[in-house]
């Protein structure tokens, strides 16, 4: 226990210092090859769970320690042990000794007596450390007020949910590659192995009215938006156990995230950007989804990487260059592409579950930076886009700063870009080429003719957040 713990209060306080989650956990897990297993998966149960909860830890340690701990190691350490105590199964004694101890391997032998006191104290206050946890908006959803408020503003019906649904697990998601082998056949595979899998046919989206309201996102009736390669496994499980992995029979990718092929929908023979690919599940579904030449940016080298690893699992080609898309002459040849994906930089305020981290390294003056980052590649790509193309705009963001406002003033300035309905793209595989079909499909949906056509996945047990808006070029 006492290993584990140290590991987990250094991991979460570098995390605190700006580092990413990611990152510092793999350092973790590199550097404790002596953990068994189960150790190692509590380790980053310890290291997520803090995190996710860290606004009641915070509020809860605040009562139990007279002055603030100044020591940021041992301040992690408490908050660690906390969410032992309060969101898991660990035996309280076993949290307590263990912590007590860990004090020494953190440089503090003589917080000894200190941690004991303020986790017993714990054990016995629980009742009143309950109301203290939902006394304020921060300690009760886990969030940095400011993230609070800005919910409550852009989604005044469904704030709470969103919030709550990013302090949950997220979904353990697969894509089949069609290419290799079907849906039924994978998930019999699966049954083979005595492993569950569930087929997702369709997931829930809202498409979004032509203006904000007071800064909202104007939300109209969710609808139902088709999938056609989609599995979900109740219970995550290493991916090199499941069948067909090394075969390329599968993808791990978000329900939500499935959807940016589908709406641009390449066709055979066509040039397509995808513009800032990594670690590459968008790239390889634009592959499998038709015979397209496909150049795959990414400004970050070390990711880029992971796309090469995706398409040589999958057996795909792609032309790949580490470069900063909206800096043509670094890697544009001159010839443009019928199709662009632009998967922007954003807040990932849509996958705060998977990166528990961002929500306390991000800051409210970081959206009007990322705004014009968003901005900068979109004038960029516009340049490089074939007359008659189309590029989709999307974010794993669900705030409106990052979305709706780009667009908007950015369709503002080009008279020559328009909005398709991603509404009506989503029906449309189904019925190619049919449009009077597709229109039936949309309308049968519930989508309204007042739709800009943009789509807004808020998130929920089955998907992310994502917005996704899909523009053509005159």
């Known amino acids: 226990m006492e290993a584990v713990q140290v590991r987990a209060a250094r991991t979460v306080a570098a995390v605190l210092a700006g580092r990413s989650l990611s990152s510092e956990l793999m350092v973790a897990l590199d550097r404790a090859p002596a953990l068994a297993g189960g150790e190692r998966g509590q380790l980053q149960d310890l290291c997520y769970g803090t995190l996710r909860h860290l606004g009641e830890l915070r ?19 408490v908050w660690v042990a906390l969410y032992q105590l309060r969101h898991t199964r660990a035996a309280a004694y076993a949290v307590v000794d263990g912590a007590v101890e860990a004090c020494a391997a953190l440089g503090s032998p003589r917080a000894r007596g200190l941690v004991n006191a303020v986790l017993r104290n714990a054990l016995r206050r629980g009742a009143e450390l309950d109301r203290v946890a939902v006394a304020d908006d921060s300690a009760r959803y886990s969030f940095p007020q400011w993230w609070v408020e800005r919910a409550r503003k852009d989604y005044p019906q469904h704030w709470r949910d969103i919030l709550a649904a990013s302090n949950g697990h997220p979904p ?23 492993i569950e899998a569930v087929r997702i046919d369709s997931i829930e989206a809202f498409p979004l009215a032509p203006s904000l309201m007071d800064g909202a996102a104007a939300l109209m009736q969710p609808m139902r938006i088709p999938l056609d390669a989609c599995v979900r496994l109740p219970r995550a499980l290493p991916v090199e156990s499941l069948p067909g992995f090394d075969q390329g029979w599968f993808s791990v990718q978000d329900a939500g995230a499935q959807l940016a092929a589908l709406l641009l929908a390449p066709r055979d023979g066509d040039r397509v950007l995808d513009a800032c690919a990594a670690p590459g599940g968008k790239s390889t579904h634009l592959l499998e989804r038709a015979d397209i030449e496909l150049v ?51 807040s990932g305020s849509g996958v705060v579950r998977r990166h528990p981290d961002i929500k306390w390294l991000r800051r409210a003056s970081d959206l009007p930076r990322l705004a014009a980052q968003q ?79 943009d789509l807004r996945l808020l998130p929920d047990p089955d998907h992310d957040g994502f917005h996704y808006a899909l523009l053509s070029k005159s």
Not at 59 to 77: E, G, I, K
Not at 172 to 184: E, K, W
Not at 431 to 440: K, M, Y
Request: hydrophobic share 45%.
């Open 59 to 77: 509020a809860v340690a605040s009562v139990l320690v007279d002055r603030p701990l100044t020591d940021a190691l041992l301040q992690a350490l």
């Open 296 to 346: 795959a940016l990414d400004s970050d080298a070390g990711r880029l990487r992971r796309v090469s690893d995706n398409l040589g699992r999958l057996g795909q080609t792609a032309t790949l260059a580490a470069a900063d898309a909206a800096h043509l002459a670094s890697w544009w040849d001159g010839r443009p592409f019928q199709r662009i994906l632009l998967d922007a930089p954003c």
């Open 375 to 453: 901005r900068r590649l979109l004038d960029a790509l516009w340049t490089v886009l074939a007359p008659g193309g189309s590029l989709l705009y999307c974010t794993c963001s669900v705030f409106p700063a990052e979305n709706e406002a780009v667009l908007e003033a950015f369709l503002a300035d080009q008279p020559g870009a328009r909005r398709v309905s991603c509404v009506k793209q989503a029906h449309a595989p189904a019925v190619r080429g049919a449009d009077d079909a597709s229109d039936v499909a949309v309308a049968r949906s519930g989508a309204d003719r007042s739709s800009t056509g």
């Open 172 to 194: 353990f998601t697969l894509r089949v590659n069609r290419r290799r082998t079907d849906t039924d056949a994978f998930i019999a595979a699966c049954a083979a192995r005595a």
